[in-house]
């Protein structure tokens, strides 16, 4: 059936874990369980799904009699394409995505049925790529990856300072940095599981390995070459910001989809095109000691995480799949991000991503709302693929998310 005259316009898959449950949440909230949306929550287990319906409707004090229930489950490919058969979009919180998400893009680049995802996982991304691209672009399937905090301030952020330096002086940021300023939240167990997963596979793989460390792994397959080298693990210091900098834990995956955005955008931000993310750690002896002590961290978190034994430790401690942060610590988060763009002239603009939530799961599930919502309902330029936030959404998240607390703005 056609995309537009399907019985839902969208189905939250995986509703009755942590992140699905807050974007159900959030749609709720912003429209109703019977109001102008229709849409549905999905899962494997009805009970635990109608168990939730319960609970949002005691939190949110709003009725969700009229929310439909659907069953799908990633063992059960017929059950997928149904699921996927009946709505416009199918918007996924099931991960990790290379253990349960094959099945469910095969189905919506089959059938014509956008998607939406939080994955950061880019060796999946990778080969999901290479197996629908062509079925997706046959049937009209629009397929977004990365609708979270990984990537969206990252992707839309280096997509409006792009439209922000043509529009004020009619020339591309050749370069584009973001420097994290601060952050507030914490990991949930689907999370952990999905970085210990991806870990696994690039520990026997050297493909995930390469999927993982190269800078342009996610460009098309001739385009995999650029001026950028990967990120490093060492404290540096930053002239332009005049602060010493620490790795960001998130630039691997960041940084590869802004670089294929700019590839699907048929390089509308130049072949030069440099971008790189690093955390700002201050500036003098204080500034330089803390961004070698986060530096020393992040390393020995991965080299812990990547044993066996220190990882049976630390898994005990860590939460479980279904658990996250607070909705104390969700509210109370946030993030704040700073961007510099620089054209080929000269031109400098600075610009500041903000979020009024905490990034994994407060903002990340109002972000995939957002994006879901624009899938289903706003006129888009693309046609059928697998794409970023922002080739297929960047002036139509632009629009939204600012109403729901993440903001783009211009400092000069
Ligand atoms: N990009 C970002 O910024 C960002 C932020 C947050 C999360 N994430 C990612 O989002 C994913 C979900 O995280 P989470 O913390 O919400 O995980 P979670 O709480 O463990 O939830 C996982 C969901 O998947 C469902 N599921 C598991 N196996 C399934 C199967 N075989 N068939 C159908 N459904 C199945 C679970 O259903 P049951 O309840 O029945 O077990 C549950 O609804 C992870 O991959 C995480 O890395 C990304």
């Not at 999946?124 to 990984?150: K, L, P, T, Y």
């Not at 000269?346 to 995939?368: E, F, I, N």
Request: some cysteine.
């Amino acid at each position: 059936m056609p995309e537009q005259e399907r019985e839902f316009e969208i189905v939250v898959w995986g509703a009755s874990g942590f992140t699905g449950r807050l974007t159900a949440e959030y749609l709720l909230a912003e429209h109703g369980a019977s109001g102008g949306l229709r849409w549905a929550i999905a899962g494997r287990n009805r009970e635990k799904l109608e168990a939730l319906k319960d609970e949002l409707a005691q939190e949110t004090g709003s009725s969700t009699d009229a929310l439909p229930i659907l069953i799908g489950d990633s063992d059960d490919e017929a059950s997928l394409v149904a699921m996927a058969g009946r709505s416009r979009v199918i918007c996924s919180t099931v991960g990790p995505y290379a253990k349960y998400g094959s099945g469910l893009i095969k189905a919506c680049a089959e059938s014509g049925t956008a998607y939406c995802d939080l994955t950061g996982e880019v060796h999946w991304m990778q080969r999901m790529i290479e197996a629908h691209q062509d079925a997706a672009v046959a049937s009209g399937a629009r397929i977004v990856f990365n609708c979270g905090f990984d990537c969206i301030p990252s992707d839309i952020g280096a997509y409006f300072m792009q439209r922000e330096m043509k529009r004020l002086h009619g020339e591309a940021c050749s370069q584009i940095q973001l420097r994290v300023k601060g952050f507030s939240g914490g990991a949930s167990g689907g999370t952990i599981a999905s970085m210990l997963a991806m870990m696994d596979e690039a520990a026997v793989d050297p493909g995930v390995r390469r999927a993982m460390s190269e800078p342009y792994s996610l460009n098309p397959k001739d385009q995999q070459t650029g001026p950028d080298s990967a990120e490093g693990m060492a404290p540096s210091y930053d002239a332009d910001f005049g602060e010493w900098t620490a790795p960001f834990v998130m630039a691997g995956i960041n940084t590869k989809v802004v670089r294929r955005s700019n590839a699907l955008l048929e390089y509308a931000y130049g072949k030069t095109f440099r971008y790189d993310e690093a955390v700002l750690m201050g500036s003098g002896v204080g500034g330089f000691a803390k961004a070698a002590a986060t530096s020393v961290g992040s390393a020995a978190t991965l080299g812990a995480m990547a044993l066996g034994p220190l990882r049976r430790v630390a898994a005990g401690r860590l939460p479980q799949p279904g658990q996250g942060p607070s909705k104390e610590k969700r509210e109370a988060g946030y993030f704040d991000l700073a961007l510099r763009g620089v054209s080929d002239s000269g031109r400098v603009l600075h610009g500041r991503v903000r979020g009024d939530r905490d990034p994994g799961y407060g903002a990340t599930s109002k972000m995939l709302g957002e994006s879901a919502l624009c899938l289903a309902r706003d006129p888009l330029a693309v046609e059928g693929g697998l794409w970023t936030p922002a080739s297929a959404l960047g002036e139509a998240l632009l629009a939204r998310l600012p109403q729901a607390g993440v903001s783009f703005e211009l400092e000069d």
